[in-house]
């Protein structure tokens, strides 16, 4: 079976640096996708990064140039560094995957499998 154990979230002060960890098991995850979504009280979840199974990354333009994706295909996780976190950065994170090699059609709904989600706080 497919599952995802998102984790690594915490609170921080602002500017401040946090790791999440996406922890992949019953598939093979070196042929998947896996992004990372982020969802505020009363805000939509969003998109916050990807990275396809070629290693190829995308971003929202919220955290363009602050987070770092990456996948570790031997202990299979997917990472998201978190530097120079803003409080509007406070959300809870979700990994995800849906089954596909690729990033494309980035949304929400497309996404099949999700971790249950870390809770990140950046103090003011």
């Known amino acids: 079976q497919v599952q995802l154990v998102d984790s690594g979230g915490g609170l921080v002060q602002f500017g401040g640096s946090l790791r999440l960890s996406c922890a992949a098991s019953g598939f093979t995850m070196d042929d998947y996708a896996i992004g990372w979504f982020r969802q505020a009280p009363g805000n939509e979840r969003e998109p916050v990064a990807c990275?396809?199974?070629?290693?190829?990354?995308n971003y929202g333009n919220n955290v363009q140039g602050r987070f770092t994706i990456s996948r570790d295909n031997t202990k299979k996780t997917v990472y998201l560094q978190m530097d120079a976190l803003k409080p509007d950065d406070s959300a809870v994170y979700y990994c995800?995957?849906?089954?596909?090699?690729?990033?494309?059609?980035?949304?929400?709904?497309?996404?099949?499998?999700w971790g249950r989600g870390t809770q990140v706080t950046v103090s003011s």
């Open positions: 995800a995957t849906d089954l596909q090699p690729t990033c494309a059609g980035w949304t929400v709904s497309r996404w099949n499998y």
């Open positions: 990275i396809n199974r070629w290693t190829k990354t």
